[in-house]
């Protein structure tokens, strides 16, 4: 479930499935995209902040929804909402407490701002599910931290912490002495004492028109492969290896 909340110029969206570790559904990938855009469009809101109910960002994908429906075209609604949080004005925040998985972590490549719990983790996990990163996190990553750390990050997808991604760039700050998504709330609030005006074109000169054109691309050019790799039998085997509980075997299998 997306929950929404509008104060003060600050349009709050939390991740609220804490039962699911607020993993996603196809319903809150429609949900979302849809109030991302509205948010975007809405004079009122000056700021967007992402949060996750309870002790988890996101798991990423629900397993059971995801195999129910499959991202089977570049319109699947997962790719849109990638699509459309790349594409927001408005300057979005986000409060990271406990785990960010899979599009939970991809996401945040898109965020202007990102605090994190000391105690949260980021886990890429597509290699090791017999896929491709998504949300151009090859693109932006490698951009970021270089090509050989972006390798070790994305192929071994092994979590790294609150400090790690901090120190990877991904992450403004890292909080101890009060919850992160509190420390978002006054920081949102900063922002929304400036110049909207201002802070929209800042954000877009930041992006720049190319690198903005690039990024969709990505989106898509990884979209594509994704959409590949999910009729794959190292992608089935993935599957039931994660059901049965054991190592998956990866050999002989394309």
Known sequence: MIKCEEKDGILKIEF????????????????????????????????????????TFSAGNDLQDFLSSPILSEDAPA??????????????????????????????????????????????????????????????????????????????????SAEQAYQSGFVNKVISDQSSLDYALQQALRLTALSQDALVKTKSLLKGNQIQADVISQINSEGRVLIERLKSTSFKEALSAFIEKRKPDYQGLD
């Open 16 to 55: 609220s499935r804490p039962e699911k570790r607020n993993a996603f559904t196809v319903k809150m990938y429609r949900d979302l995209k849809d109030t991302l855009i509205a948010g975007d469009l809405n004079s009122e809101v000056k700021v967007i902040l992402l949060h996750g109910a309870g002790d």
């Open 79 to 160: 790719l849109q909402l990638l699509r459309t949080i790349a594409s927001l004005k408005k300057p979005l925040i986000a409060a990271v407490n406990g785990s960010a998985v899979g599009i939970g972590a991809t996401m945040l490549f898109h965020c202007d701002l990102v605090y994190a719990q000391k105690e949260a983790k980021f886990i890429f996990p597509f290699v090791s599910l017999g896929l491709v990163p998504e949300a151009a996190v090859s693109l932006l990553m490698p951009r970021l931290i270089g090509h050989q750390r972006s390798s070790e990050i994305l192929f071994f997808g092994e979590a790294l």
